[in-house]
C-alpha cells in the first residue's frame, strides 16, 4: 500500500505504527524503518496473536525443528536485531512477549474501521475512507504458516463486509458513483460472491441503470454456471425481475 494510503489509518499521535499491508515494516516519526529478516516472523506473530504471546509459545511455534534451547535462543537473536534497528516495539519478561501498547498496527486500525462501518456507528471521515487496495484483501502474500492464513481469511472477510455495508450506505445517499465503484472492487476481489454482486446490481438499479444491473446479474449467472454449476439464489434473480423493463426471464426489454 502506497504510504500516503497507509496514513489514512495512521493517528497522528502515533510514535510507531507496524504495517503489515505491503510489508511488514514500521512507520516512526514520518520515517520508513525496514524489519530485520530474521525478526519479521516473531513481530507478526505476536501482533496476530492479539499482541501478547508466551515465549515459549512464540518460539516453539516459530522455530519448530531442534531442541527448546535452540528456539529460545533464536528468540532472543530475534529481539536483539529488532533492537539492533532501532525497532523498540516488543517488550519481554521472563515468560510472556508483548506488542508496546503505544504502537499501532494498520490491520488492526483498519479491521476497527471496518467494525464501524458494518454496526453503523462510522462519521464522516470513516466513511471517506474508501481507497482500499488489493494488499489489504491479501495479507502478507507469500507467508504460508497457518497462523497468517487464518488471519489473512479473517480479515479480507471484515473488509469486504464493510465494504458491502459501505455500498449500501453510499447507494441510500445517492452517491451511485462511488457506490458502484466500490462494488466493482468488492466483486473484483471475490467474483464468486453473491453478497458483493447484489450491491453491485442494487446501486445500479437504484441509479436507474437497468441494462448495467441485467449486464452484471447475466455475467454472474454465466460465472456461476461455469465454475460450480449452480444458479445464483432466488432472492437476487427476483431483486432484478422485479426491476422495471426487466421480465422474470432475465431478458431486458426496451420501450419503444
Not at 519479521?40 to 499482541?51: A, R, T
Amino acid at each position: 500500500m502506497p504510504l500516503a494510503d497507509q496514513r489514512k489509518f495512521v493517528t497522528a499521535t502515533d510514535s510507531a505504527t507496524v504495517c503489515l499491508l505491503g510489508g511488514p515494516f514500521v512507520l516512526k516519526n514520518g520515517r520508513r524503518l525496514e524489519i530485520p529478516e530474521g525478526s519479521k516472523p516473531l513481530l507478526v506473530f505476536v501482533i496476530l496473536k492479539g499482541g501478547r504471546v508466551s515465549r515459549q509459545h512464540a518460539a516453539g511455534t516459530l522455530w519448530p525443528y531442534g531442541d527448546d534451547e535452540r528456539a529460545a535462543g533464536n528468540l532472543r537473536s530475534a529481539l536483539w536485531r529488532l533492537r539492533g534497528a532501532g525497532i523498540d516495539v516488543l517488550h519481554a519478561d521472563r515468560c510472556m512477549l508483548y506488542l508496546d501498547p503505544d504502537v499501532s498496527v494498520d490491520i488492526t486500525q483498519l479491521s476497527r474501521w471496518a467494525t464501524r462501518v458494518i454496526d453503523g456507528s462510522a462519521d464522516a471521515s470513516d466513511l471517506g475512507k474508501r481507497s482500499l487496495n488489493w494488499e489489504a484483501m491479501d495479507l502478507l502474500p507469500g507467508w504460508y504458516d497457518e497462523w497468517v492464513i487464518f488471519e489473512r481469511e479473517r480479515l479480507r472477510q471484515r473488509l469486504l463486509h464493510a465494504m458491502e455495508s459501505l455500498v449500501r450506505r453510499l447507494t441510500s445517499r445517492g452517491s451511485f458513483a462511488d457506490a458502484v465503484e466500490l462494488a466493482m472492487t468488492a466483486v473484483g476481489v471475490e467474483p464468486l460472491r453473491e453478497s458483493a454482486q447484489r450491491v453491485l446490481i442494487e446501486a445500479h438499479l437504484a441509479e436507474g441503470n437497468i441494462i448495467e444491473a441485467h449486464r452484471a446479474y447475466v455475467a454472474y449467472c454465466k460465472m456461476l454456471s461455469a465454475e460450480l454449476g449452480v444458479s445464483p439464489s432466488v432472492e437476487l434473480a427476483e431483486i432484478v425481475s422485479r426491476s422495471p423493463g426487466v421480465s422474470r426471464f432475465g431478458t431486458a426489454t426496451m420501450s419503444s
